[in-house]
């Protein structure tokens, strides 16, 4: 019997889960680790669907798609990524996206 992926067990808890923000996260950051940034992009945006305060998805999204050189939808996540931050009082992470906005300049 093959052993199940850490990727593929996520997908079967989120089957039982389907609104649980961090199972979403954890489900894209595999596609981040696996280096498929289409993938990984496709996921935040079902987190964003779930739960779009989940503030560490944006910066992720917006790296993600920055790396495929899609550039205004990254600017769009990051945007979108500071006023969430900015709403939840998380200056950290309002910074770390504004440095990736800047960069992307």
Same mark, same amino acid.
């Given at each position: 019997?093959?052993l199940k992926t +850490? +990727?593929?067990?996520? =997908? *079967?808890?989120?089957?039982?889960?389907?609104? $649980? #923000?961090?199972?979403?996260?954890?489900? %894209?950051? *595999?596609?981040? /680790?696996? @280096?498929? $940034? =289409?993938?990984?992009?496709? %996921?935040?945006? @079902?987190?964003? #669907?779930? !739960?779009? #305060?989940?503030i560490p998805a944006?910066?992720?999204?917006?790296?993600?798609? /920055? &790396?495929? *050189? +899609?550039?205004? =939808?990254? +600017?769009r996540i990051f945007? &979108?990524?500071? !006023? #969430?931050? &900015?709403? @939840?009082?998380?200056?950290?992470?309002?910074?770390?996206?504004?440095?990736?906005?800047?960069?992307? !300049?």
């Amino acid at each position: 019997m093959a052993l199940k992926t +850490r +990727r593929h067990q996520i =997908e *079967e808890m989120l089957v039982d889960n389907p609104d $649980d #923000a961090f199972l979403h996260y954890c489900l %894209a950051m *595999e596609f981040v /680790s696996a @280096k498929d $940034d =289409e993938g990984a992009v496709r %996921a935040f945006q @079902k987190l964003f #669907a779930v !739960d779009s #305060a989940y503030i560490p998805a944006y910066l992720q999204a917006g790296q993600a798609l /920055s &790396r495929l *050189e +899609r550039v205004d =939808e990254a +600017r769009r996540i990051f945007l &979108r990524g500071i !006023d #969430a931050a &900015r709403q @939840k009082g998380d200056v950290h992470a309002l910074g770390e996206m504004q440095g990736f906005l800047d960069g992307l !300049d």
